[in-house]
């Protein structure tokens, strides 16, 4: 199922079907914003046995690529922290071959943006001269990761999130969901339709739905714990900046309307009584710069520390 994105799935649609298809894309955009979900569907349509409705998703091609059986499709992801050149130089081994079953060798690069010096400048090879029966998509969500020479020579598609009323609209409508309770979702998600599913199949909105303990702890002996909690899922910066966003609209008197904890209004209208805006902004700022860093590759562990003893108060 893809949710929003469509003038993207014309531009690929369009490409099978006047058979214009680039043998390199670059399909960049924010972590979660359905990148992979359209790389697939791109895939299944080139290969598609009923090229009527394509992809059809019932055909055998459009069955083994969707279990990872297709001979003529791979996936190459991290392995570990980075995709390395052993990796990169199996993809050139196959890629020059002839497609065994469908009309094209297909291969999808997740975060290409990991790929370390050696494999991409190993990539750079294959993309320089294409085979002419192969499809390369790279995905990143750190395009300026990448070397330029990968970017010049791979047709860029950008995805960008759905705009909150929109995915709040879909959430509503075709999942069932209570307005509060979508509404909490998009926010949470900032647009982005692959977090915001996870959400809903994992029901982890009541575990992200607690107001975090950075926000209201003055224990500093606590900061080094709060940071490794943090380092086990990034996604958690995201959800810390709405946190002090809300805290920060209390602050400023801003119609409780605004806010995405509406459900935890009395207890952060206490703790906003701790904070001046100053600290509050401050705090998001410092958020935003921590996770630039991040994706600089800085030591993820010491950037975090040092920003929860910035967002910490004192007594």
């Known amino acids: ?60 091609a459009c069955h083994k690529i969707n279990t990872g059986n297709h001979p003529d499709f791979q996936v190459v992801r991290p392995e570990g922290k980075q995709i390395k050149i052993d990796q990169i130089r199996q993809l050139q081994r196959q890629v020059v071959f002839q497609p065994i079953e469908g009309r094209r060798k297909l291969y999808i690069i997740t975060e290409a943006n990991r790929m370390n010096l050696e494999a991409a400048n190993c990539l750079l090879k294959t993309l320089e ?66 977090k915001a599913l996870t959400l809903i199949e994992d029901k982890s909105l009541t575990v992200i739905d607690q107001i975090p303990e950075v926000v209201t702890t003055t224990d500093r002996l606590s900061a080094f714990r709060i940071a490794e909690q943090l380092g086990e899922d990034l996604t958690q910066l995201d959800q810390l900046v709405m946190w002090y966003r809300d805290l920060l609209l209390i602050r400023q008197s801003t119609s409780v309307d605004l806010l995405t904890h509406r459900n935890h209004l009395e207890s952060l209208q206490q703790i906003a009584k701790n904070y001046s805006r100053i600290h509050l902004q401050s705090a998001i700022k410092a958020i935003f710069e921590t996770k630039r860093l991040i994706e600089r590759n800085v030591n993820a562990t010491l950037a975090l520390e040092v920003l929860v003893f910035k967002l910490m108060r004192t007594e």
């Open 1 to 60: 199922m893809i949710i929003g994105h469509q003038q993207v799935i014309s531009q690929l649609r369009h490409a099978v079907s006047e058979d214009h298809i680039a043998g390199a894309y670059l399909f960049a955009g924010e972590p979660n914003v359905g990148k992979e979900t359209v790389a697939l569907y791109f895939v299944k349509s080139i290969n598609c046995l009923d090229l009527v409705h394509r992809p059809c998703d019932n055909c055998l």
């Open 129 to 194: 001269e294409p085979p002419a029966r192969s499809v390369l998509i790279l995905l990143t969500s750190n395009l300026d990761a990448l070397l330029p020479t990968i970017r010049s020579r791979c047709q860029i598609i950008s995805f960008q999130p759905l705009p909150v009323p929109e995915l709040v609209e879909i959430l509503t409508d075709r999942f069932s969901l209570d307005a509060d309770h979508a509404s909490s979702i998009a926010v949470l998600s900032q647009g982005a339709v692959g």
